[in-house]
């Protein structure tokens, strides 16, 4: 039986673990042809891989090391995907790391490091695929930024303005496209429990001095209305539906796609 996504090729950064490994398992189920990169031990990556695999073993997977703070690395990597598969059909920019302190304490490289991967290495990677998109006239870019994408928080001063900036940028580039088969969406995603979350929440607890289940509380307190984290295959949903024939051309400026009021929002076309 056909699958929607039988002879694409598609990108997923940041597909270790989380987020992205849930996207890239779901791409993978479709039938597209996913090549991944992200951080991790060679075993933790092997893992990944062999979970993409599981989902199509007829679609293939493939891992690319790849420094995301690099644009030059960004474009051998891009290039590369295109001379071996013939097109890039499909993006999702979801690499990032993270760093908690108050402004006035953040480290200057930490500072640089976060904006880099969050946020330049998105522009780099669409700047990269967009011509080759523009020529074939198909291409699907799907940016996962953040409910910090559009409210912020404490001691996130760089995760919140990269994350701001994924959604502008978006904005800009499904403008610049709107009259091609050509879109560019972002995902905001309120709490996931990923191991970057994980993280932030044993960070909590260590500094509040208390349990990692009181601390867990806390967060979602803070912006989760439903007091409950997102599944990452929730998002690969969400994905997935901007991929369908039924996401192909929303003319709303703002679509909400999801089960609370931060879990989802959608930029597409008109830019708002």
């Not at 474009?75 to 590369?80: C, G, K, L, R």
């Not at 701001?164 to 496209?177: I, M, P, S, Y």
């Not at 009259?179 to 500094?207: D, M, S």
């Not at 989802?264 to 708002?272: H, K, N, P, S």
């Amino acid at each position: 039986m056909a699958r929607q996504l039988d002879g694409k090729t598609a990108i997923v950064t940041g597909a270790t673990s989380g987020i992205g490994l849930a996207i890239a398992e779901g791409l993978a189920a479709e039938g597209a042809t996913v090549v991944i990169n992200g951080l991790g031990t060679q075993q933790a990556i092997a893992e990944a891989v062999e979970r993409i695999q599981n989902r199509s073993p007829d679609g293939g997977v493939h891992h690319r090391e790849v420094d995301m703070r690099n644009p030059d690395e960004i474009q051998a990597y891009m290039n590369a995907v295109e001379e071996k598969h013939g097109a890039i059909d499909i993006l999702v920019n979801n690499a990032g790391i993270q760093h908690v302190d108050q402004v006035e304490d953040f480290p200057r490289e930490k500072w640089d490091d976060i904006i880099a991967a969050n946020l330049s290495a998105v522009f780099h990677a669409t700047a990269a695929v967009l011509p080759g998109m523009k020529v074939r006239d198909f291409g699907r870019i799907i940016n996962i930024a953040s409910v910090h994408g559009l409210v912020a928080s404490l001691n996130k001063a760089a995760y919140v303005s990269a994350k701001h900036g994924v959604v502008d940028l978006t904005k800009v580039t499904a403008l610049e496209n709107a009259e091609r088969n050509v879109t560019c969406n972002a995902i905001c995603p309120g709490w996931v429990f990923t191991p970057l979350v994980e993280a932030q929440i044993e960070k909590i607890a260590q500094t509040e001095g208390i349990s990692v289940s009181d601390a867990s509380d806390t967060l979602l307190r803070e912006k989760e209305p439903t007091l409950r984290f997102t599944k990452a295959e929730e998002i690969a949903a969400a994905v997935l539906f901007l991929l369908s024939a039924a996401g192909a051309n929303h003319d709303r400026q703002l679509s909400y796609i999801g089960w609370r009021m931060d879990c989802a929002m959608i930029f597409r076309r008109t830019g708002c």
